[in-house]
């Protein structure tokens, strides 16, 4: 059974602060890496997507993925209440056409 | 740019009724997918088109046919609803396969909400 496996949270995390996400799956022929925010209500958004080992930045977010450990990680800097949401992660699955998806984090920013 | 429509947004069905989820998708993407979301779980494949006139079963497909009508299109039926399929529907899509560099990352429709007394 392949899974995606997230800590369900809350996370709270100081506005201004660092929140750091994580997810770490357990198929080791897993080549994509996404994250997705979702908001109370709406669809998921992609926030970043990551194929290689190391580390991927797009303006305050950065992803890392390190495929030895299985893992993949989120850092937002500089948090803020507009982050506070659900971050789904999900890797590619069994086949190529198929994502595995954690159950979420959700993250609370606290002015 | 419309991306991924979904219809209707929101449906409320009685037991045993049937009823079809429409999507279509206007990036010219390849493979689309519908999932649904139940509170507090992750997303949940129900069925999924790798391409124009295929289709798969995914994790959850039982109680639900769906229908690859052309590149844009892609339904999904529920024949007799069954409260237990009370849910968010979100269809997705996403652009062609990257081969041995992996897959893309897929874009989601609204959401449709169904509540089935």
């Known amino acids: 059974q392949k899974e995606v496996e997230q800590n369900s949270g809350p996370l709270s995390v100081p506005e201004g602060a660092i929140a750091s996400l994580n997810c770490t799956y357990s198929d080791r022929g897993s080549q994509s890496f996404f994250w997705y925010r979702q908001y109370s209500g709406k669809s998921p958004e992609l926030i970043m997507s990551?194929?290689s080992n190391g580390d991927k930045e797009d303006g305050r977010f950065t992803a890392q993925l390190n495929k030895a450990s299985q893992y993949v990680s989120l850092l937002i800097r500089d948090s803020q209440p507009s982050d506070s949401a659900t971050y789904l992660c999900?890797?590619?699955?069994?086949?190529?056409?198929?994502?595995?998806w954690g159950a979420g984090t959700k993250l609370i920013i606290k002015p | 740019n419309a991306g991924v429509t979904q219809t209707p947004k929101f449906q409320v069905l009685k037991t045993g009724q049937s009823m079809t989820l429409q999507c279509a998708q206007d990036?010219?993407?390849?493979?689309m997918y519908w999932y649904r979301q139940d509170p507090g779980m992750g997303l949940r494949l129900i069925y999924y088109?790798?391409?124009?006139?295929?289709?798969d079963k995914g994790e959850v497909p039982n109680g639900y046919n769906v229908s690859r009508l052309n590149k844009r299109e892609f339904s999904l039926r529920l024949e007799s609803a069954a409260p237990s399929q009370t849910s968010v529907y979100f269809c997705a899509s996403t652009p062609f396969w990257l081969g041995t560099g992996g897959i893309q990352p897929q874009h989601f429709g609204d959401g449709t909400r169904l509540s089935i007394l």
């Open positions: 990551i194929y």
């Open positions: 999900a890797a590619g699955g069994d086949s190529n056409y198929q994502l595995i």
């Open positions: 990036m010219n993407h390849n493979s």
């Open positions: 088109s790798a391409s124009e006139g295929t289709t």
